[in-house]
């Protein structure tokens, strides 16, 4: 399922057959399952390979099958698997040795022309969608996306150093150029707690001629916090609301020393 929705496929139940979406989800499936299964025909065709052609593919078979070893590996025995986007290597090494072995299959192989000429149209058509896809990516990324809004909005608000979670700690602090200083925490049961993945334990000292820290949540890590009823609440010097287009609410909390 991983595989599948990292090649775009969509839940659309309410969606007739042949409507669009559905053609499209239809060509996302043909697709995950050709990039799945040419690199083990590749593989079983490999004592065929001759010549200076066929070095090369015996090469991108040997890449492919390590990188999605090694990634297979730390993806059903470790924490890879929390997101489906770490197999994007493994997509990268399937699609060049597909296409690399339908190349072979047309130019070498007259037996296998015509079933590698139809293979070839579905991974076109895929190409097509993913092209498109990136045309109608909005141009104004600045004005619509949520994190540049949130590092604009904080930084009117004259803030400089700061704690959220994962995903909003590391994007402020790239996109302000690191003007926000913002911090990773988790925020569970238990509390705001110093996040310990890719972070260094000084980021959550006292910094030197700091004034003032603060606290990014959304609405489900403030209603945590409440629900507990955090001391951390009645701490703060202040607090604001930030809404960002999406209409979607963050709890700003300011506090006038480290909340570590």
């Known amino acids: ?4 929705t990292l090649l775009g496929l969509e839940d659309i139940p309410d969606k007739k057959l042949m409507s669009g979406e559905s053609i499209m989800n239809l060509i996302r499936i043909i697709t995950a399952l050709i990039l799945a299964v040419l690199p083990v025909a590749a593989t079983c065709c490999y004592a065929k390979y001759r010549g200076q052609s066929g070095r090369q593919m015996r090469i991108l078979l040997w890449a492919h099958w390590t990188v999605t070893g090694l990634i297979l590996v730390g993806y059903l025995c470790g924490a890879l698997s929390v997101a489906n986007w770490r197999l994007s290597p493994i997509v990268c090494t399937a699609f060049i040795v597909s296409m690399a072995f339908l190349r072979w299959a047309i130019t070498k192989q007259k037996t296998m022309q015509r079933a590698a000429g139809v293979l070839c149209v579905p991974l076109a058509c895929f190409c097509l969608l993913s092209a498109c896809n990136v045309l109608l990516l909005p141009t ?14 904080l930084e009117k608000q004259g803030l400089t150093y700061g704690y959220a979670t994962f995903w909003h700690a590391n994007a402020i602090t790239v996109i302000s150029g690191e003007k926000l200083k913002v911090r990773n925490v988790s925020v569970n049961e238990n509390g705001v707690q110093k996040a310990t993945y890719q972070t260094d334990s000084r980021w959550y000292e006292d910094q030197p001629e700091q004034k003032n820290y603060f606290l990014l949540l959304n609405n489900a890590e403030y209603q945590k916090l409440d629900e507990r009823k955090d001391p951390l609440l009645n701490q703060a010097e202040r607090s604001f609301v930030l809404t960002d287009s999406n209409g979607t609410t963050y709890q700003v909390l300011v506090f006038a020393k480290n909340i570590f």
Request: charged residues 10%; negative net charge.
């Open 140 to 153: 104004n990324a600045e004005e619509v996306n949520v994190q540049y809004q949130l590092t604009n909005m």
């Open 1 to 4: 399922m991983a595989w599948m």
